[in-house]
């Protein structure tokens, strides 16, 4: 069977004056009979992934495993949802966290010692990770960043996270938020274009690619906002 995604949370780049409400895309995989989330979000989207989860049918206890792009806490601070699932990140990434850049704004520096109570499987560079879905560095916007590659009945889709946050950053192929000195950020967005004929990108609606590299996408960023 080929292998599936669906976006449980889709990714928006919305921010306001001084901040940033960090809704990344949340990722359902299924392939091989497991069920794995690509990122799991943080506080603002919590509630949007159990609602998902819910309206299919499922609970935080059907995840069997949890993959991170990178480490930042709009991505990953939703783990303690998933308690029992072990969780799969880039060994650089793994590295990296352990002594973060001073100027990092977006990793937490507690972050190691909640994964040091979890069980982690450490991947370094390209690794088929369940069947027909291929793990791959994508560093720049982090320096252990990964997306993944699916063999899907469409054709190959990445899921990008924030090697390619937004439709902006794929049709101009230069990155926003490189937080990495060797400066891989515009390689890695065309190394998801090169690959996914269909991209779900960080912070941003689905993107679909022609055979003449021409990118469209037909859902909105929306945030109904409500004052209490």
């Not at 889709?10 to 901040?19: D, I, R, V």
């Not at 990092?104 to 909640?114: E, I, N, Q």
Request: hydrophobic letters at 40%.
């Amino acid at each position: 069977m080929p292998a599936t995604h669906d976006v449980l949370v889709p990714g928006s780049s919305l921010a306001f004056e001084g901040g940033f409400f960090g809704i990344s895309s949340i990722c359902l995989v299924e392939a091989g009979g497991k069920r794995a989330l690509f990122d799991c979000g943080h506080g603002t989207t919590r509630g949007l992934l159990l609602n998902a989860l819910s309206r299919r049918g499922l609970s935080p206890a059907d995840i069997d495993l949890l993959i991170f792009s990178h480490a930042h806490f709009d991505h990953v601070l939703n783990m303690d949802l998933f308690p029992d699932a072990p969780i799969l990140m880039s060994r650089d990434e793994a590295d990296y966290i352990e002594a973060p850049f001073a100027d990092d704004p977006a990793t937490p520096r507690y972050l190691p010692a909640l994964l040091a109570q979890r069980t982690v499987d450490l991947v370094d560079g390209e690794k088929e990770v369940l069947p027909g879905v291929n793990l791959f560095p994508t560093p720049g916007h982090a320096p252990g960043h990964v997306s993944l590659e699916l063999e899907t009945n469409d054709g190959p889709v990445v899921l990008a996270a924030d090697a390619l946050k937004t439709a902006r950053e794929a049709l101009s192929g230069i990155p926003d938020m490189e937080i990495d000195p060797q400066k891989r950020g515009k390689a890695s967005i065309q190394e998801v274009l090169r690959r996914g004929k269909i991209v779900v990108p960080g912070h941003f609606p689905t993107l679909f690619q022609d055979e003449a590299g021409n990118l469209t996408w037909t859902d909105m960023q929306e945030m109904p906002l409500l004052i209490r």
